[in-house]
């Protein structure tokens, strides 16, 4: 297992924003994933994602890494930030883009403004 949580480690590590998802960001494989990788691409936010179904040990070791039961789960700079509900309540509340803004993130700020205008 360490070698699982090594590898999980390091991808947190090398890249700015990271989803572990059901999937991928061009054809996710739930209705939690899609959502999540729906908001940062129409955000424009530049992030890796990671396919959990292509690794039952990534699968497994991503629940254990962060103590978070489900995916999908994303991580900011190496911070967990949550899962789908949290991701989705942080996005309409407008603290997704706080935490971008504090973690020098790049997004497009309009596309955030439409999907809360779009959920008023």
Do not use: H
């Amino acid at each position: 297992m360490s070698d699982v949580k090594t590898q999980i480690q390091e991808t947190i590590d090398t890249n700015e924003v990271v989803l572990f998802m059901k999937g991928t960001k061009e054809m996710p494989q739930c209705g939690f994933s899609s959502r999540i990788a729906g908001v940062l691409n129409y955000m424009g936010v530049s992030y890796r994602d990671v396919n959990v179904l292509a690794d039952d040990g990534i699968r497994q070791g991503i629940k254990e890494f962060s103590d978070w039961p489900t995916i999908p789960q994303l991580y900011v700079k190496g911070e967990f930030v949550g899962g789908c509900d949290i991701v989705t309540e942080m996005t309409l509340s407008g603290e997704l883009d706080q935490l971008f803004d504090q973690k020098n993130v790049g997004y497009d700020k309009e596309a955030a403004d439409k999907i809360r205008e779009a959920n008023a």
